[in-house]
């Protein structure tokens, strides 16, 4: 059974940072690309990174440039998302997602696999 389970979420103030882990088991990591990505109330999922099996990120969203970075620890079946920086308009539900092929160069926000999301509520 596949699980992607995401952590490190919370109530932060705006300006400060937050890491988030998602924890995957039942498949190999290593031969997925994995993706996070946001839905906030009343808007549109939005794909925020994909990180290829091998080889650097895709970023795809403008408003998390330069503020936000993503890594994977594959050995550990584990990826992170690093916020930093943040302000009211990055509360949202963020998930992580993963897909047998390698990232697109256009976000597609298509996966096999998806965890159930951690709250991320950002205050001004």
């Known amino acids: 059974q596949v699980q992607l389970v995401e952590s490190g979420g919370g109530l932060v103030q705006s300006g400060t940072s937050l890491r988030l882990s998602c924890v995957v088991s039942?498949?190999?990591?290593?031969?997925?690309?994995l993706g996070w990505l946001r839905q906030a109330p009343g808007k549109a999922r939005e794909e925020l990174f994909c990180?290829?099996?091998?080889?650097?990120?895709?970023l795809y969203s403008d408003a998390v440039s330069g503020r936000f970075t993503v890594s994977r620890d594959n050995a550990k079946n584990t990826a992170y998302l690093q916020m930093d920086a943040l302000n009211p308009q990055d509360t949202a539900t963020y998930y992580c997602?993963?897909?047998?092929?390698?990232?697109?160069?256009?976000?597609?926000?298509?996966?096999?696999?998806w965890g159930l999301g951690t709250q991320v509520t950002v205050s001004s």
């Open positions: 997602a993963v897909h047998h092929t390698r990232c697109p160069e256009v976000s597609d926000g298509f996966y096999d696999y």
């Open positions: 039942g498949l190999a990591l290593r031969d997925y690309r």
């Open positions: 990180l290829n099996r091998f080889g650097p990120s895709r």
